[in-house]
């Protein structure tokens, strides 16, 4: 019986809008059918890329995706929805039923620590206190661009115990040819709810930290072992790609 092998996918785009669309019609072509046995939507049918690896160049030309006219598809976000979700990336204001936020990870990590209290149990948080997104501006600033330390890391070891762990765990940084650069990895991606204001959000974040650099505004590399679209959206994936006729088995 032939050895079957990981199918990683390489996409060349050059903006925001064009990395959506070409994912979509990829994953159609190259994705992996499955239900999900544990994590969000359980019980669900996804289509799964093995690995994907999705290069913007120009991720600023345009930002949120453009839905021809005629299409009777919902967009998957606005202009409105990412400048929102810039606010949650710049602060660490979390509810109280959330365990963290994209935002609290970045700019004020907590760790939390279970104490026994008069025989319960309680839960408090410790600040990190650090703010990643200005500690890679300043080691920017302080030390010059020949570094490989500028990472910002969402991901915590005592993740693994959360019900829903981050999908974003790092953000990695690179100033080469007078830009900035960010380099993602998502453990899980859902390519037609998140994938836009995700990347919509973050772009916006790298625009801020080059200015405050001092220096152009560069690419995105985002790469993924877990970027899906639910079976939800597979006919809608199929009308903004015209392939209507494709069958997904």
């Known amino acids: 019986m032939p050895e079957t092998l990981l199918k990683p996918v390489f996409i060349d785009a050059f903006d925001l809008d064009d990395a959506w669309f070409q994912s979509l019609s990829e994953i159609l072509d190259y994705g ?46 606005d202009m409105d929805y990412i400048q929102g979700y810039l606010t949650y990336l710049l602060t660490g204001t979390k509810t109280g039923t959330e365990d963290y936020t994209y935002g609290e990870r970045l700019v004020d990590p907590r760790v939390k620590i279970k104490e026994n209290v008069n025989g319960k149990e309680m839960v408090k948080e410790m600040p990190l206190c650090v703010n990643q997104v200005e500690e890679v501006i300043k080691l920017y600033k302080s030390k010059g661009f020949g570094t490989n330390q500028a990472i910002m890391e969402i991901g ?8 829903d762990p981050p999908c974003l765990r790092i953000i990695d940084t690179r ?9 993602l990895y998502f453990r899980s ?49 199929k009308m903004r790609t015209n392939k209507n006729n494709l069958v997904i088995k």
Do not use: C
């Open 32 to 77: 992996h059918a499955y239900t999900i046995t544990k994590g969000s939507y359980e019980g669900q049918k996804r289509l799964e890329f093995d690995f994907v690896t999705v290069r913007v160049k120009k991720p600023a030309h345009q930002i949120i995706p453009i839905i021809p006219e005629g299409m009777n598809i919902p967009a998957p976000t």
């Open 156 to 163: 915590m070891p005592s993740d693994i115990k959360l019900t």
């Open 175 to 183: 100033i080469r040819y007078g830009k900035l650069h960010f380099i």
């Open 189 to 237: 991606w859902d390519l037609w709810g998140g994938f836009s204001s995700n990347l919509g959000g973050l772009q916006l974040v790298k625009q801020y930290m080059a200015e405050e650099i001092g220096v152009e505004d560069g690419e995105i590399i985002a790469v993924s072992k877990g970027l899906h679209l639910y079976d939800y959206a597979w006919d809608l994936a």
